[in-house]
């Protein structure tokens, strides 16, 4: 029973595209991240929510867009994609606030800029 | 904002030896510091984990020790198999847990 599920696993586009990663957790987490992976394989945070707010963002361009329904999803959207955004995106949640405990990660979404 | 430094980068131990990670923090609020382990291809997994108000913790043949004073902590694994050939990535979480910062990662090679 997948804890944190990202979909698509694998995403190939042209430059210019718009493009959804889609992000679920059934662990009752409150908080959700996104984080970028790079070929050198830096984990970097793009965004963090709790309870459906915006908490952080780390100086994203505004063409990275995160939403988030509800506690258990946190989308991303991004827009006229560039060569530079081909990364690991993983999505992962943790406990809320305070109570300082273990992020888990989705299986990662591979996104190739063309 | 937090920055976490991870140190060596490339990391080759022949088999049956002890590897040793370290990091440092600079936030002085941090007062969480997990381990994920990241074999290639999938997602990073938490291998073990310290609180500011603990100096060591072991689990079977990894420990972690923490000097808040220094602001550093390290990995220690011990008698090193092939299937800990990994990325390691040291972290630390301040802002109440809503940020988790990496350190650059490790690549751990066991050789036989």
């Known amino acids: 029973d997948t804890a944190v599920s990202q979909t698509p696993k694998y995403l190939v586009t042209q430059m210019g595209n718009d493009k959804s990663i889609k992000c679920e957790q059934n662990?009752?987490?409150?908080?959700m991240y996104w984080y970028k992976q790079d070929s050198k394989k830096f984990l970097k945070i793009m965004f963090s929510y709790n309870n459906k707010e915006l908490i952080i963002n780390e100086t994203v361009p505004n063409r990275f867009s995160p939403k988030s329904p509800d506690k258990a999803h946190l989308n991303l959207h991004i827009n006229s994609l560039e060569l530079g955004d081909s990364a690991v995106y993983f999505c992962?949640?943790?406990?809320?606030?305070?109570?300082?405990?273990?992020?888990?990660f989705g299986q990662g979404t591979r996104l190739t800029v063309v | 904002g937090e920055n976490v430094e991870q140190h060596p980068s490339t990391l080759s131990v022949q088999e049956g030896d002890s590897a040793v990670i370290k990091c440092t923090y600079s936030?002085?609020?941090?007062?969480?510091f997990p381990w994920y382990k990241q074999e290639l291809g999938k997602r990073p997994q938490l291998i073990i984990d310290?609180?500011?108000?603990?100096g060591e913790k072991k689990d079977q043949r990894i420990a972690v020790t923490l000097n808040k004073t220094a602001k550093h902590f390290s990995l220690h694994i011990t008698e090193t198999q092939p299937e800990d050939s990994a990325v390691y990535f040291c972290a630390a979480s301040t802002r109440g847990g809503n940020k988790l910062t990496f350190g650059t990662g490790t690549q751990l090679k066991v050789e036989l």
């Open positions: 310290i609180r500011s108000n603990v």
């Open positions: 936030d002085s609020a941090s007062n969480y």
């Open positions: 662990l009752g987490h409150d908080t």
């Open positions: 992962a949640s943790s406990k809320s606030t305070g109570v300082l405990g273990e992020a888990f």
